[in-house]
């Protein structure tokens, strides 16, 4: 069982920076898919960024053509950290957003945090 804990959502105006951390804690398996899902009311959620990690090694991001160029995704594998640094937000940007984590080879065991508010004003 895996557990995560988002922080750092909050109010900020149009064109703004914001980082969200995801403190991760529990069993780990050593290739996993970390990510970022954001939901918009009314919305589906949709994937944000993600990074995939074998053996404590980071080799291969992703991230929504709408973020690129504006939001980096981050990890630390010695501490279970996830991070997303956001700059110049839009207030399309605003959802809550959602860590995730994902067994690569056992999907159906994939943990969800409670998420964060992000809210952007124009």
Same mark, same amino acid.
């Given at each position: 069982?895996?557990?995560?804990?988002?922080?750092? +959502?909050?109010?900020? !105006? *149009?064109? =703004?920076?914001? &980082?969200?951390?995801? %403190?991760?804690?529990? @069993?780990?398996?050593?290739? /996993?898919?970390? +990510?970022?899902?954001? !939901? *918009?009311? =009314?919305?589906? &959620?949709?994937?944000? %960024?993600?990074?995939? @990690?074998?053996?404590?090694? /980071?080799?291969?991001?992703?991230?929504?053509?709408?973020?690129?160029?504006?939001?980096?995704?981050?990890?630390?594998?010695?501490?279970?950290?996830?991070?997303?640094?956001?700059?110049?937000?839009?207030?399309?940007?605003?959802?809550?957003?959602?860590?995730?984590?994902?067994?690569?080879?056992?999907?159906?065991?994939?943990?969800?945090?409670?998420?964060?508010?992000?809210?952007?004003?124009?």
């Amino acid at each position: 069982q895996v557990q995560l804990v988002e922080s750092g +959502g909050g109010f900020v !105006q *149009a064109g =703004g920076s914001l &980082r969200l951390s995801c %403190a991760a804690s529990g @069993t780990i398996v050593s290739f /996993n898919v970390m +990510g970022w899902y954001r !939901q *918009a009311p =009314g919305k589906q &959620r949709e994937l944000v %960024a993600s990074i995939t @990690t074998r053996d404590r090694t /980071n080799y291969q991001t992703n991230y929504a053509d709408s973020v690129k160029g504006r939001f980096t995704i981050s990890r630390d594998n010695t501490k279970n950290t996830l991070n997303l640094q956001m700059s110049g937000l839009k207030p399309e940007d605003t959802a809550v957003y959602y860590c995730n984590l994902r067994p690569a080879l056992q999907p159906e065991q994939t943990s969800w945090g409670q998420g964060t508010q992000v809210t952007v004003s124009s």
